[in-house]
């Protein structure tokens, strides 16, 4: 069936999916598949970004704005935006013409056809929703294989920005459908490390996060082990910069919840410098035994809180 056949309006997209691509080629194509076969009974534009890929990616991704005309845009970069500490995703928001955003990176993709709609769907019979994600599947690229390990398990639906600052990471980017009157894009963005979290800190900051409990897409982890490639306290230290940036843009108004995760992430900090030092001075260190049992306690807490029921 034609892609179009449903749609109710074809002047505006109600909404743009946005894909950024760098050396994708292996890919890309299964993310297009997947924003291609979605059934939605309004217009959607895909924004196709490249950051200068060397393996064909733009080939590709070129040959398919070509056989889709109407529904593909590409934002194909002749100088490397990172290189010049840009961030491809913002970037490319701002190409959006949509009422709402939905973010997949070019090494992710989706499998539900209904997954726009259903989405979208939250977001219109609720005006206070500014973010909605679903669950996936994780990839292990490096093991090769694709498990049922799901990436969310989660005990409720509904998430405020409180719950995005003291969680770690529970919402999979390509998951994400959002307002786009509700994501500013302050400069600080591009500086950041870790750009989904800044974004589910910002769109919380205006509104509510809703969770659909269903498998609507794969996310790809890529890398032998990206925390081991890193030095001890690099994520706290990113961290810590991420929430001191969002603290000072929205004036403090959040400072009480934000210090308490600050709190943490210095203690982790602290933990992280110990773990580096000899033996025998963990050893003599109490902070180094109540940090440890803290975190722990914190990791215990969030195993065994209760799942939602499909």
């Known amino acids: 069936m034609e892609i179009t056949a449903t749609w109710r309006d074809m002047e505006v997209p109600l909404l743009s999916i946005v894909c950024t691509t760098y050396n994708h080629a292996r890919y890309v194509e299964e993310a297009l598949h997947g924003f291609l076969m979605q059934e939605t009974d309004f217009p959607f534009e895909i924004i196709l970004h490249d950051d200068v890929s060397t393996d064909g990616t733009q080939a590709i991704i070129s040959a398919y704005a070509e056989r889709y005309p109407r529904i593909i845009r590409t934002v194909l970069q002749t100088v490397n935006q990172y290189s010049q500490g840009r961030t ?37 019979v609720n005006p206070a929703v500014t973010l909605t994600f679903h669950d996936c599947l994780l990839r292990h690229e490096v093991r090769g294989d694709s498990t049922n390990e799901r990436a969310c398990l989660l005990e409720k639906i509904v998430f405020t920005l409180e719950d995005i600052v003291q969680r770690d990471w529970f919402i999979p980017s390509q998951s994400m459908v959002f307002r786009a009157d509700a994501l ?4 600080w963005l591009h500086r950041v490390f870790g750009l989904d979290w800044a974004m589910h800190l910002l769109l919380a900051e205006q509104g509510e996060v809703h969770f659909l409990d269903r498998l609507m897409g794969v996310y790809r982890i890529n890398g032998a082990s990206i925390s081991a490639s890193r030095p001890p306290g690099f994520f706290q230290v990113k961290h810590i910069q991420t929430l001191s940036y ?33 033996a025998y001075i963990r050893l003599c260190s109490v902070d180094y035994y109540r940090f440890k049992f803290r975190n722990l306690l914190h990791r215990w807490r969030r195993r065994t809180k209760p799942q939602v029921e499909p």
């Open 246 to 278: 969002f603290n000072v843009y929205t004036e403090f108004k959040h400072d009480r919840i934000i210090a308490r995760r600050l709190d943490r992430e210095r203690e982790l900090l602290y933990l992280a410098y110990l773990n580096g030092r000899p």
């Open 88 to 124: 491809s995703a913002v970037v490319a928001f701002g190409y959006c013409r949509g009422r709402y955003i939905a973010f997949c990176e070019g090494d992710d993709y989706w499998t539900d056809p209904r997954k726009l709609q259903l989405q979208v769907d939250v977001m219109m």
């Open 184 to 187: 500013p894009l302050p400069e």
